[in-house]
């Protein structure tokens, strides 16, 4: 009896969606949720029973059981309809949460890449949120047209998702390098539109600036495979304690989570005493099993992760293990993470379509769980707007500049050219001579005398114009807040 109840299920699908308004080889999606509909209506235990004893009773023939009926209706079913598989399996998996699912080779392909490039416009979809973006790859079209994570696609070039499933969407996104694509986004109540071309896409995970004052900022995009994101992670980090740092902020917002082996690579390569319990992980029926650390980083006097409410999965991890491990500042934009406390393994079949089930639990310090919660925020500090100009860095008017100046000066200056209009460049503090014939211009409409170099009364007229400027600009609180608590005024 276990068996009927377990695979009622799926013989009353079969025998629902054999009904002729499936009978077309040319079988759409809405059909298909038609006939799902039609299940949701009907399906009720007694009536499955029902047609289960009949069976079993009157029919002229000897009864297998559920499983032979099952095996034998579900092969005769997809062998005619195979491009509803994909969608029938998810049903299956969807039993047992959330993030387990099964996807087909096309599918899992798109939604796995960690590493190397792609051509595309550069989002990262949420496979389990149809249409919803998790990260936007920097220095990619999208993020340059201002496509932003928590977006929700609802169109490309004029046709509508409507309920498109994560392949039908991510199948309207690609297409050759060059080609354009418009992508509709909903934006809280908000309808955007960013025309795009596609080009090749590189995924970079590990950033760094140094922000002045011993603060070293590295940014983690996202955990990609072995061993790429953990070199650049080592290559990166690994010296700065040499190199008269103090103090590091890592920055793991708008982070999904991605390989669980270089997340304790990196772990091991942070934690700076050995035998420190960073997470555990719980599986069915047994005890949590508890990864230590290794102590092969260096020991800053202050650290800070920054997160927010798309930080997920190895990224709470991350920054979980830091913060009750560490010592380190959890400073969030919102009062907690993602809420992505269990972690999957992934089962490649024989035609290399995967199965992706919830295997384990993920509890970081001391045996704490997070899972649909989230990792708390010690400080939170949303992001907020403020004038332009109080944005702006200082700008030393008595430091003289050429054509071909580099340092932080020629970039405060390229700020103010920017904020009033004069340049469109990209601000990378070198003076370049397309900026220098904009500060000419400027001279000239505000009957300064023009010269060979920029100089004192110049970069005073710029700021004075620069502060005049009643435009407001979106404020990173939470980095500011992250630099103070480095010591950083």
């Known amino acids: ?21 499936l009978a077309a080889d040319d079988v759409t999606r809405n059909e298909s949720d038609a006939a799902l509909d039609l299940i949701g209506r009907i399906l009720e235990r007694e009536k499955l029973d029902g047609l289960l004893e009949i069976i079993e009773t009157y029919s002229l023939y000897d009864y297998p059981g559920d499983d032979e009926i099952l095996k034998e209706a579900i092969v005769e079913f997809f062998s005619r309809h195979p491009e509803l598989f994909e969608e029938f399996a998810n049903e299956i998996f969807a039993t047992q949460d959330g993030y387990s699912h099964f996807m087909e080779p096309s599918t899992y392909e798109s939604s796995y890449v960690l590493t190397d490039s792609f051509v595309g416009i550069g989002i990262e979809l949420d496979a389990l949120q149809d249409g919803v973006v998790v990260a936007v ?51 809280g109540e908000e309808k955007l539109e960013f025309t795009m071309t596609r080009r090749k896409v590189e995924l970079s995970n590990i950033s760094f600036t140094d922000m002045g004052d011993g603060v070293a900022y590295i940014r983690i995009a996202h955990f990609g495979d072995m061993p790429d994101t953990f070199f650049d992670f080592v290559n990166t980090y690994s010296d700065l304690g040499d190199e008269g740092f103090t103090s590091v902020i890592f920055d793991v917002r708008d982070n999904g989570g991605g390989s669980l082996d270089t997340l304790l690579n990196i772990l091991n390569y942070t934690f700076w005493e050995a035998d420190v319990p960073m997470f555990s992980m719980r599986f069915r029926d047994e005890e949590p099993e508890t990864y230590y650390s290794l102590g092969a980083g260096w020991e800053p006097e202050n650290i800070v992760v920054l997160t927010n409410a798309n930080t997920a999965s190895a990224a709470e991890m991350f920054a979980g293990a830091l913060g009750y491990m560490a010592g380190a500042w959890i400073v969030g934009e919102s009062e907690y993470t993602y809420g992505k406390g269990v972690g999957q393994n992934h089962f490649e079949l024989y035609d290399e379509s995967v199965a992706v089930i919830t295997s384990f639990e993920v509890l970081v310090g001391e045996d704490i769980s997070y899972n649909g919660e989230g990792i708390p925020s010690d400080i939170v500090a949303p992001p907020d707007t403020i004038a332009a100009a109080d944005a702006l860095d200082p700008l030393r008017t008595w430091l003289e500049m050429q054509v071909g100046a580099r340092g932080d000066n020629v970039y405060a200056l390229e700020q103010r050219l920017s904020l009033l209009g004069l340049t469109d460049s990209r601000l990378n503090g070198v003076l370049d001579a397309n900026e220098f014939d904009a500060i000419n211009r400027f001279r000239r409409a505000h009957g300064l005398k023009v010269r060979d170099y920029v100089d004192f009364d110049t970069m005073e007229a710029l700021n004075e114009a620069a502060a005049g400027v009643e435009v407001e600009v979106l404020h990173d609180a939470a980095l500011d807040t992250a630099l103070e608590l480095c010591g950083v005024e």
């Open 137 to 187: 790859i920097p220095n990619s079209p999208a993020e340059e047209a201002g496509m932003k994570a928590g977006d929700i696609l609802i169109s490309a070039d004029g046709v509508e998702f409507e309920d498109s499933y994560y392949k039908a969407i991510q199948d309207k996104l690609r297409g050759e390098e060059g080609t354009e694509v418009t992508v509709g986004v909903l934006r």
């Open 1 to 21: 009896m276990k068996s009927r109840r377990i695979l009622s299920l799926l013989l009353i699908f079969a025998m629902l969606l054999s009904l002729p308004v």
